[in-house]
């Protein structure tokens, strides 16, 4: 595979004022030769003629060369800046098309190969998807943070620690006969172990976080019907999302739009109204309803002052914030009774609601640096590293043997989040998740 030359557009949607076509591999000089009839000085941009083979003209636009390894993907690689559109990349292609061993690449596929050249390791891989994915401040930052190999090198470090307290435990195996590896060293290892131990649980006590910085922060709009909870979505949204009709138990399906706010993804969710329902359509939207209530990391609780009506209890592992709505209309029974009271007519309280959004979301998260794993890949792997040292460190200790291996399997663990260690079967998961041109 890796002897074919690939290409694609790498830059977005045609048609664009630029288009960046690239190319990595072995044919790739040729290639360029081909088009441009030279080859432009390394990594310098250079405006050439690009022509077919029988000499008419594609286009004209800058190109790149980037020569091995110091490029992207560490092969020979190439960029064609074109004007962007259909046509012009369409007789490009074509072109390309034509040379021996020169194809289309498939999604990731860039990428794919800077990794198995040593150019990126799995979490730095995953970090520029998030990165490519981001559609909110804190999402961007926290994939900068990955992309760069913040997490990379702590893994690395943790793993290093595991390799060197190996080496001072084989070390004492070997030893033991002849009694000059002293006791106080291999206590000194344990300590270390132990301190690591320390280190990856609070590590991992952080990954709820990172969840909820690149997942989303569910919160969920629950009530009874009628209580307004399609037009305060509608108003969050700052568009029509939700039908909303005088009609109790109008919305059915659970209905949902991201947010962001303060630069967090906030996932908001409208829910059928809760109440005993008869009919089977509505029945179906409770079910989801409370399903989703179920997930929420934070329930909007509303109640329509004027009526009262009290909703069944939603069913909330969640905090809940319990908000009074159509003040424009009855202040209800005071504002003590509530949270928050809303009106959508006049938008009352609508800044405060965002604002105690952002201050539940920001509390649940709590404050600490962006070194933080973020996807249940990187979790799982942080378990089971925990478990094997846990296990290399139960009291009373078993055999040095059996501890010394306890820690090879956490080191191992470490090393599968970063792709060190034996992963060919997540690659085709991890690399599917980018698009063509990535
Ligand atoms: N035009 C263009 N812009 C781009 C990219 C690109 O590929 N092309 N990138 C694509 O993601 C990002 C920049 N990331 C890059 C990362 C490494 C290398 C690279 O050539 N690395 C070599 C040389 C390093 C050096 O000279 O300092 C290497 O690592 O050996 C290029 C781009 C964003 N902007
Ligand atoms: N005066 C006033 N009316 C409101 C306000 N919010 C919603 N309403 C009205 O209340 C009725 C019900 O609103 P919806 O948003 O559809 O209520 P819902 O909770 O989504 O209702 P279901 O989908 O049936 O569960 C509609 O006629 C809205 O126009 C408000 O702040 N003030």
Redesign the pocket.
Known sequence: MSNETIYALSSGAVPSGVAVIRLSGAKTRDAVQLLTGDVPPARRASLRTIRLRNGSIIDSGLVLFFPSPASFTGEDCAELQMHGSRAVINALFEELETIDSVRMAAEGEFSRRAFENGKLDLVEIEGLADLIAAETEMQRRLAVEHSQGKLSRLYDSWAERLTRARALIEAELDFADEDDVPGSVSDLVWDDVGRLQVEIKSHLAHAHAGEIIRDGFKVVIA?A???????LMNALARREVAI????????RDVLHVDLDINGFLVKLYDT??LREANELVEQEGIRRATQVISEASLVLY?EDMAEGTRALQPIANAEVLRIG??A??SAGNGPDAYDLTI???TDAGLVALRAAIAERLERQLGSHSLAIPSRKRQKDSLAECLKAIEAALVDPPAELDIRAENLRIAGNALGRITGRVDVENLLDVIFSEFCIGK
């Open positions: 009530g019907p009628n209580a307004g909870k399609s037009t909303v009709t005088d009609v109790a138990g109008t919305t059928a109204g509303l709505t159509k424009d209309i009106s959508a007519v």
